[in-house]
């Protein structure tokens, strides 16, 4: 018995003298005494919350061993509690240090002033105080290993060395692989988890694509794509600069309410089919169909994946795109539609128009409404769901949810086998894409690359508005006509997030607007730039009409140039 009043007494004795052990005692044993509150945020150069981020606690300079580990939550905040001896506050000194990997250890940052919040009838007080800490980024093994794993998969899909899915699926299991297992023996090696690359997928922009792709699939089965470009037929009256102008406008306005990809795979066999009968070229009208449909898309948020991506992100609303887009991409088209039939008037000129009745009559009875009840359904649900894309930001619904019941009530109306659908109509290879390509970018963020590069925009730009809106869609025009816009948008969100809250006077949105015409206009340019274009170039060359990398450049390269300078000027005169 003696031994243990002995040992506690110099227990209590060591207490006094040696605060921090106390402290220590105090944290682990959960005693009587001061209790210490601090809160704040660990954040990056930029300002943005680092997650998961490991903070210690010292006192007097010995470390605190807490019951449960201290990390930050998903903004950078943390909420700490920590129970010292009485009357050891506020003289001693508190220190934090933060610890992440691919970050340089904030080393020991103390404490700022702690305030005395209350105090109990036994004495014991409760402290406040608040730390915040700034962490910078270090060029770890993760780095690279991100870096590198970006680059394999954008030179895999830009010079299809595989297919773009693949490339995708490859590099983020390699991400997570490579976490698990090397990550695991030395953090410097663990670019994300499993549930970092979960989070990183957006299922706002999977669903929409999914329930828009079911919607299309039904209102296929009606024949009104193939109705409108017999009426385009009729109205031009046999005049093929006029069947022209018109086709192209057709693409581009139901690209605005469809997938652009979608509008192409409906429209080409019906081009295909008129251009066989006047004796033209047919890459004379589907070139500058897919050159319209990108037009056309690129001004709602549902007509270019690269935008539902930017609205998904930013939570932008389809009035927001209508608001800002509607105009420009219409004098856009307006200029496209003139550019075309000027490049191809020697084709046209070939064409050979006999008798205008006779083909009329046949192509009103080749391509006439084949299920008008189910237009007239179809027809309604989808100016319901347009509908709600119009009022969601009012709602604070998401766009996907719009697209969702609308594409779930059509499946009812309809009695349209939901299995069809599910096989024949789901581009299932793009939504693993979509998917994959989330979790490869987002651990080029978690690694660090993405701020460099958002570092570099925002040097080169000094700061400016202008220098960088017009940085941002010259450089989205150029990389997206040589390598897909959709991977390119992926890995511009963050950057364009980030600049948009640290550029005076970008606050508007109007960075967003320029990513967004950039990356859709951009990917004009040539044949690989959008999804459109290898959808066209694919299904000519497998009816007989070949068309060369150098051939589709030729013919797409400058138009998309000039609607790049409209939309500068727009942007810099008009969103300013």
């Known amino acids: 018995m003696r031994k243990w009043v002995s040992l506690l007494t110099l227990l209590t004795l060591l207490a006094l003298l040696c605060p921090t052990a106390g402290a220590a005692a105090a944290a682990n044993a959960g005693g009587a005494g001061d209790i210490l509150v601090i809160t704040g945020k660990v954040a990056n150069a930029q300002g943005k919350g680092v997650k998961d981020a490991g903070l210690e606690i010292a006192v007097n300079g010995q470390k605190l061993h807490l019951d449960d580990e201290l990390v930050t939550l998903k903004d950078g905040k943390y909420h700490a509690e920590v129970k010292l001896p009485a009357g050891a506050l506020p003289a001693a000194k508190v220190t934090l ?5 691919s970050y340089h250890d904030s080393g020991q940052v103390t404490l700022g002033q702690v305030f005395k919040d209350r105090e109990d009838d036994k ?13 910078k980024r270090s060029i770890s093994p993760a780095f690279w290993i991100a870096t590198l794993v970006l680059l394999a998969v954008y030179v895999l899909i830009a010079f299809e060395l595989m297919h773009r899915t693949l490339a995708a699926v490859l590099g983020g299991s390699l991400l997570l692989t490579i976490s698990y297992t090397a990550g695991t023996f030395n953090p410097a090696f663990f670019v994300m988890s499993f549930e970092d690359a979960m989070k990183a997928i957006d299922m706002n922009v999977i669903f929409l694509l999914m329930a828009m792709m079911i919607i299309v699939g039904v209102m296929k089965k009606t024949g009104v794509f193939q109705w409108l470009a017999y009426k385009a037929f009729q109205l031009a009256k046999g005049n093929v600069y006029v069947l022209a102008a018109f086709m192209m406008f057709i693409t581009a306005f139901v690209s605005a309410f469809l997938d652009n990809v979608t509008t192409m795979l409906l429209i080409i066999p019906v081009t295909m089919e008129i251009c066989g009968t006047l004796k033209i070229n047919p890459i004379a ?11 056309g898309g690129t001004a709602t948020l549902i007509g270019d994946p690269p935008n539902i991506m930017i609205g998904s992100y930013a939570k932008l609303t389809f009035v927001d795109f209508v608001s800002h887009l509607s105009i420009i991409c219409f004098l856009c088209l307006i200029v496209t539609i003139i550019w075309y039939v000027w490049w191809y008037k020697k084709d046209y000129q070939k064409a050979e128009v006999k008798d205008v009745p006779r083909m009329t009559e046949y192509l009103r009875e080749a391509y006439k ?26 709602l604070h619904m998401e766009p996907s949810v719009a697209a969702l019941i609308g594409a779930a009530v059509l499946l009812v109306l309809s009695k349209v086998d939901i299995v069809e ?35 570099w925009v925002k ?12 940085l941002i869609l010259w450089v989205s025009a150029i990389a997206s006509a040589f390598i897909d816009n959709i991977p390119f948008t992926a890995t511009m969100l963050p950057i364009v997030a980030y600049l948009t809250e640290v550029i005076p006077g970008a606050q508007t949105g109007v960075l967003w607007w320029a990513l967004s015409l950039g990356a859709c206009l951009g990917g004009n340019g040539t044949m690989i730039g959008a999804s459109a274009n290898v959808v066209t170039s694919g299904m000519a060359e497998k009816a007989g009409y070949p068309i060369s990398f150098m051939a589709y450049m030729k013919a797409a390269w400058w138009p998309m140039i000039i609607t790049i300078f409209m939309c500068m000027g727009w942007l810099l005169l008009v969103e300013k």
């Open 97 to 101: 240090e933060v610890k992440k990997p």
């Open 123 to 135: 004495g014991n007080a409760q402290y406040l105080a608040q730390q915040n800490v700034t962490i």
């Open 285 to 295: 009208l589907l070139l500058p169909e897919a050159f319209a449909s990108n037009v």
């Open 369 to 394: 409404i084949t299920n008008a009840k189910l237009l007239a359904i179809g027809g309604t649900i989808l100016a319901i769901t347009i509908f709600l894309f119009i009022v969601h930001g009012a």
């Open 421 to 455: 659908m599910l096989e024949k109509e789901i581009e299932w290879p793009t939504l693993i894409f979509f998917m994959f390509l989330f979790v490869v970018v987002s651990g080029a963020e978690e690694a660090g690359l993405i701020q460099i590069i958002a570092d």
């Open 459 to 470: 040097d080169m730009s000094q700061g400016s508005k202008v220098v960088a809106i017009i």
